[in-house]
């Protein structure tokens, strides 16, 4: 282990902790950001509904108004309450509102009374509608500001029909407002669009001084609650228009709208603006007694995700650069202690080859001194001695220039391949299968082979087909001017990595592609491996 290697491992280290601290904190950044446009969209829709609900409980404040009015003086509550809302203008200071009526109680049978107030108000006869078999009938007698679609209501017994009964004995009950269920309006018949409806009812409960027997008297008490009543004083509401006024121009800032008669999104949707989004809000709105739902979402896709997702990835990007910087300086050193290594490794080697030099030449020049001793004991003259020592030193120069140019000593492939193979415990049946064209490898290209093949098969015995989980095929032919060589190795317990090369499998790629001219590839997929090797074929082929 080198002395450096704990300062290796910290540095990797401190690059993994570097990372994960960037990625903590752009995580940290895109839930908060998400969390914080989730929050100002529940906070617009949350204005939305406290706008709704202002603005009816204006509309309700200005019927408890025309209420006192009508107990200050019900005989003439006609004039009065319609001097009172021409002097508000409702239809500006409330808009929304569909105008603000009076039914009074009545005994079924005896409409006389009311119907003498309708005279009284409108100048003409208006006759009490429809009959109904409640024992008590509230007739509209006033409905303002008249216009000739509201005239439409007028007489209208709003006891007679169940939904607006329910709310009207909630209303007498509790004397408190109560808010109808989704109706059409009786002046709807003269519309040009129709619109759902509801109406709000608050009761007018009659003076117990009084005589019962009046025109406005109230029915029998135990008709519906403990009061003696003598009025209504409610307001239609056409559902399209109120919350199309309401809301106005803000409106165009919502993508979608829903607003539902009851709880929850099950309820009967009565208004609907634009497409609901994936992830609305919902708040609740209240209509008088009743609680109806809001749900509001806002197009903001972008904002809710798309910039999350943005400073995830720019934050994700910057830690892969940060790692990547640190891997890149990591390798760098490591290239710069390997080139050192190496540098180290050939001044060894050079040493150890002079030395080997020395060794031998010290013998060439024994064996040369031994050859004059020897030629001259058989030499009869100078002149024999000359010839016969010149020829014998020039062809030990041969021989020893061929063995060490290799012009003459070459190596063939398959023995190179079967002596690694063999050495590896391949049985000889295996190796017999083992073959191809003769092919004669020169000193150079047969140390580079040579020291594929035993990595081939290292790798093999450690990983591969040889460590006996797989089935290993080798072979070699000519292609062209090329010799190729390939090593599959299939049936693998797992496909092996390979995108990242060794120092060794480099060296190995370098003494292929320096010695030997040539170049290899390397492939892995579906439990295999396949590794080719090619280089040019410089040897003469046999006959």
Same mark, same amino acid.
């Given at each position: 282990?080198?002395?450096?290697?704990?300062?290796?491992?910290?540095?990797?280290?401190?690059?993994?902790?570097?990372?994960?601290?960037?990625?903590?904190?752009?995580?940290?950044?895109?839930?908060?950001?998400?969390?914080?446009?989730?929050?100002?969209?529940?906070?617009?829709?949350?204005?939305? %509904?406290? !706008?709704?609900?202002? +603005?009816?409980?204006? #509309? $309700?404040?200005? &019927? /408890? *108004? =025309?209420?006192?009015?009508?107990?200050?003086?019900?005989?003439?509550?006609?004039?009065?309450?319609? %001097?009172? !809302?021409?002097?508000? +203008?409702?239809?500006? #200071? $409330?808009?929304? &509102? /569909? *105008? =603000?009526?009076?039914?009074?109680?009545?005994?079924?049978?005896?409409?006389?009374?009311?119907?003498?107030?309708?005279?009284?108000?409108?100048?003409?006869?208006?006759? $009490?509608?429809?009959?109904? *078999?409640?024992?008590?009938?509230?007739?509209?007698?006033?409905?303002?500001?008249?216009?000739?679609?509201?005239?439409?209501?007028?007489?209208?017994?709003?006891?007679?029909?169940?939904?607006?009964?329910?709310?009207?004995?909630?209303?007498?009950?509790?004397?408190?407002?109560?808010?109808?269920?989704?109706?059409?309006?009786?002046?709807?018949?003269?519309?040009?669009?129709?619109?759902?409806?509801?109406?709000?009812?608050?009761?007018?409960?009659?003076?117990?001084?009084?005589?019962?027997?009046?025109?406005?008297?109230?029915?029998?008490?135990?008709?519906?609650?403990?009061?003696?009543?003598?009025?209504?004083?409610?307001?239609?509401?056409?559902?399209?228009?109120?919350?199309?006024?309401?809301?106005?121009?803000?409106?165009?800032?919502?993508?979608?709208?829903?607003?539902?008669?009851?709880?929850?999104?099950?309820?009967?949707?009565?208004?609907?603006?634009?497409?609901?989004?994936?992830?609305?809000?919902?708040?609740?709105?209240?209509?008088?007694?009743?609680?109806?739902?809001?749900?509001?979402?806002?197009?903001?896709?972008?904002?809710?995700?798309?910039?999350?997702?943005?400073?995830?990835?720019?934050?994700?990007?910057?830690?892969?650069?940060?790692?990547?910087?640190?891997?890149?300086?990591?390798?760098?050193?490591?290239?710069?202690?390997?080139?050192?290594?190496?540098?180290?490794?050939?001044?060894?080697?050079?040493?150890?080859?002079?030395?080997?030099?020395?060794?031998?030449?010290?013998?060439?020049?024994?064996?040369?001194?031994?050859?004059?001793?020897?030629?001259?004991?058989?030499?009869?003259?100078?002149?024999?001695?000359?010839?016969?020592?010149?020829?014998?030193?020039?062809?030990?120069?041969?021989?020893?220039?061929?063995?060490?140019?290799?012009?003459?000593?070459?190596?063939?492939?398959?023995?190179?391949?079967?002596?690694?193979?063999?050495?590896?415990?391949?049985?000889?049946?295996?190796?017999?299968?083992?073959?191809?064209?003769?092919?004669?490898?020169?000193?150079?290209?047969?140390?580079?082979?040579?020291?594929?093949?035993?990595?081939?098969?290292?790798?093999?015995?450690?990983?591969?087909?040889?460590?006996?989980?797989?089935?290993?095929?080798?072979?070699?032919?000519?292609?062209?001017?090329?010799?190729?060589?390939?090593?599959?190795?299939?049936?693998?317990?797992?496909?092996?990595?390979?995108?990242?090369?060794?120092?060794?499998?480099?060296?190995?790629?370098?003494?292929?592609?320096?010695?030997?001219?040539?170049?290899?590839?390397?492939?892995?997929?579906?439990?295999?491996?396949?590794?080719?090797?090619?280089?040019?074929?410089?040897?003469?082929?046999?006959?």
């Amino acid at each position: 282990m080198r002395p450096s290697s704990w300062a290796d491992r910290l540095l990797a280290l401190s690059a993994r902790f570097v990372g994960f601290v960037i990625l903590a904190a752009t995580l940290a950044a895109a839930v908060g950001s998400f969390l914080y446009n989730r929050a100002e969209e529940r906070d617009r829709a949350e204005r939305v %509904a406290m !706008l709704i609900d202002t +603005r009816l409980r204006d #509309h $309700v404040a200005l &019927l /408890e *108004g =025309v209420r006192a009015l009508y107990q200050s003086d019900s005989r003439s509550s006609g004039p009065g309450i319609r %001097a009172y !809302l021409t002097a508000l +203008r409702p239809q500006v #200071h $409330v808009p929304g &509102l /569909e *105008g =603000v009526g009076i039914a009074v109680a009545m005994r079924q049978q005896t409409p006389a009374a009311a119907e003498a107030m309708l005279r009284d108000n409108y100048g003409r006869d208006i006759a $009490v509608w429809p009959r109904s *078999g409640e024992p008590v009938g509230f007739p509209i007698v006033l409905l303002e500001p008249p216009t000739p679609r509201r005239d439409k209501a007028l007489g209208y017994d709003m006891y007679s029909e169940p939904v607006r009964r329910e709310a009207m004995r909630r209303a007498w009950q509790t004397g408190r407002p109560a808010a109808s269920g989704i109706v059409q309006l009786v002046q709807e018949d003269a519309a040009k669009r129709r619109q759902p409806g509801f109406l709000i009812y608050i009761p007018v409960y009659a003076d117990p001084s009084e005589s019962g027997d009046a025109a406005g008297a109230a029915p029998s008490a135990t008709a519906a609650a403990a009061r003696p009543i003598e009025a209504f004083v409610y307001a239609p509401f056409r559902i399209d228009d109120l919350f199309t006024t309401i809301l106005g121009p803000q409106l165009r800032a919502i993508d979608g709208l829903e607003i539902h008669a009851g709880k929850g999104p099950s309820a009967p949707l009565v208004f609907r603006h634009g497409s609901m989004g994936w992830d609305p809000h919902e708040q609740t709105l209240h209509i008088a007694d009743r609680q109806w739902t809001l749900r509001v979402s806002y197009s903001r896709l972008f904002e809710r995700l798309g910039r999350p997702l943005a400073i995830f990835l720019f934050g994700f990007a910057i830690m892969l650069l940060a790692m990547q910087l640190m891997r890149l300086q990591h390798r760098r050193v490591d290239a710069f202690r390997a080139l050192a290594d190496e540098q180290a490794l050939r001044a060894a080697d050079r040493e150890l080859m002079i030395g080997e030099m020395a060794h031998r030449m010290k013998n060439a020049f024994a064996r040369i001194g031994a050859l004059a001793r020897i030629t001259l004991r058989e030499s009869a003259s100078l002149e024999e001695f000359e010839t016969k020592f010149d020829g014998r030193m020039r062809a030990l120069s041969d021989a020893k220039q061929m063995l060490v140019s290799g012009a003459v000593d070459t190596v063939d492939l398959e023995r190179i391949v079967h002596r690694e193979l063999a050495l590896a415990g391949v049985a000889p049946d295996r190796l017999a299968a083992v073959s191809g064209p003769e092919v004669r490898l020169d000193d150079e290209g047969a140390q580079a082979i040579s020291l594929a093949i035993h990595e081939f098969v290292t790798n093999s015995i450690k990983y591969g087909a040889l460590s006996g989980q797989g089935d290993l095929r080798i072979g070699w032919h000519r292609d062209g001017d090329a010799v190729e060589l390939d090593w599959t190795e299939s049936h693998l317990p797992e496909t092996p990595q390979i995108a990242k090369e060794s120092f060794g499998t480099q060296f190995i790629r370098s003494m292929i592609e320096r010695q030997l001219k040539g170049c290899w590839t390397r492939t892995a997929a579906d439990n295999r491996l396949n590794i080719v090797i090619r280089w040019p074929d410089r040897q003469p082929r046999g006959d």
